[in-house]
Each structure stands twice: as structure tokens, then as C-alpha cells.
T-cell receptor, first 114, second 104 residues
Framework: SAVISQKPSRDICQRGTSLTIQCQVD?????MFWYRQQPGQSLTLIATANQGSEATYESGFVIDKFPISRPNLTFSTLTVSNMSPEDSSIYLC???????????FGPGTRLTVL | KNEVEQSPQNLTAQEGEFITINCSYSVGISALHWLQQHPGGGIVSLFM???GKKKHGRLIATINIQEKHSSLHITASHPRDSAVYIC??????FGAGTRLTVKP
């Protein structure tokens, strides 16, 4: 299996500011993903973090709002830019490895925007 | 209509009961995942299925590709099984989740 850590685990931010969330995997993985879970809602895929190239965003999510980096096969960051209270969510990183599509999840980052 | 439908939305059981959570999907899939989300938000991947049945401890997951349906069973349920159980397909299209509460 793979162990995924996220930093920070939680944060309270002021509107208009930006927060960068880090995701670290303890082994190389093929795919990394970022999800959002708004209060009372299911998980929604924000984007696929591609190593060495621009992330692939899902409908409704744009790079200017959620810039993503993936400099190598074990690390990715998600920035939530110009935050508003509607961005208050749990943000989850996950990673996929191998031809069997094993999926692993980070512990999540709980973001509250005031 | 969501691509992934789960039922029930909420489930309360007494300790020791046999639990079944259902997942139906409307798209062709390469794999189906069952996930467990604890109250703190952390998610654990329980199973990944592409056919048949898998068992891990008291948990059993089955999938019927023709009927586009999967079930997650918990035998001898315990209060520590209380969590949200989420079904996801392919590139992680998620169901809404089933909130399970097991009472002692």
C-alpha cells in the first residue's frame, strides 16, 4: 500500500487569501488526484495532477482558482486562491498506482473560510 | 440522474446485525471502489472490484457487472463500523455515501 500525508490537516483562513495544501506519498505513484467535499456533500473530483505538465481540470474547476503542481511522482500541491466562505470544504488528495488501479487517500485538509 | 446511486442514504443497526449497502451505476466501468470515511474526514479504501466477490475480515463486497450493481456487506456489525461508506467507479465518480450508525 501507499501512505499519503497532507499538510495542513486543517486551517481557518480569511476571505480573499490563498492556501496551499501539500500532498506527499511515501512511494512513487502514477496518478494523483485532488477532491473537494463540501459540507454534507459527496466527494467531487477537482483535477488530476499530471507529473511534469498542467493538471487536467474537471468541469466547473479552473486553474486560476485551483492551481496545482506536481513536480515529481510523489508530491503535489493544490492552492485554493482568493478564498470565499463557499470554499470551506475538506480537500482530499489521492493517488493511484499500478495496472490494478489501487487507490489510496490522504487524511484530508479541513478548510474553513471566514 | 447521478451516475452512481447508493442506498440506503442512512442506516442504523444494532451491534451484531448483518449490514448491506447497495450501489448501482449507469456507466461502463473498469473498476468499482468501496471507501470508508470516518467522522474526522479521513478515507480508507476498502475494496477495489472489477468482478465477483472479495472478502476482508467481516467485510464482503460483491459486484454484478451485467446488472451494474455492487453490494457491501458487514457481518457481525460493531459500533466501530460506524462511518460513511462510499461507492466510486472508474476515475472516482462517487456515490453520495451511506451513513452507517451501529448502536451497542
Amino acid at each position: 500500500s501507499a501512505v499519503i500525508s497532507q499538510k495542513p490537516s486543517r486551517d481557518i483562513c480569511q476571505r480573499g487569501t490563498s492556501l496551499t495544501i501539500q500532498c506527499q506519498v511515501d512511494s512513487q505513484v502514477t496518478m494523483m488526484f485532488w477532491y473537494r467535499q463540501q459540507p454534507g456533500q459527496s466527494l467531487t473530483l477537482i483535477a488530476t495532477a499530471n507529473q511534469g505538465s498542467e493538471a487536467t481540470y474537471e468541469s466547473g474547476f479552473v486553474i486560476d482558482k485551483f492551481p496545482i503542481s506536481r513536480p515529481n511522482l510523489t508530491f503535489s500541491t493544490l492552492t485554493v486562491s482568493n478564498m470565499s466562505p463557499e470554499d470551506s470544504s475538506i480537500y482530499l488528495c489521492s493517488a493511484q498506482r499500478g495496472s490494478y488501479n489501487e487507490q489510496f487517500f490522504g487524511p484530508g485538509t479541513r478548510l474553513t473560510v471566514l | 440522474k447521478n451516475e452512481v446511486e447508493q442506498s440506503p442514504q442512512n442506516l442504523t443497526a444494532q451491534e451484531g446485525e448483518f449490514i448491506t449497502i447497495n450501489c448501482s451505476y449507469s456507466v461502463g466501468i473498469s473498476a468499482l471502489h468501496w471507501l470508508q470515511q470516518h467522522p474526522g474526514g479521513g478515507i480508507v479504501s476498502l475494496f477495489m472490484l472489477s468482478s465477483g466477490k472479495k472478502k476482508h475480515g467481516r467485510l464482503i463486497a460483491t459486484i454484478n457487472i451485467q446488472e451494474k450493481h455492487s453490494s457491501l456487506h458487514i457481518t457481525a456489525s460493531h459500533p466501530r463500523d460506524s462511518a460513511v461508506y462510499i461507492c466510486a467507479v472508474n476515475d472516482m465518480r462517487f456515490g453520495a455515501g451511506t451513513r452507517l450508525t451501529v448502536k451497542p
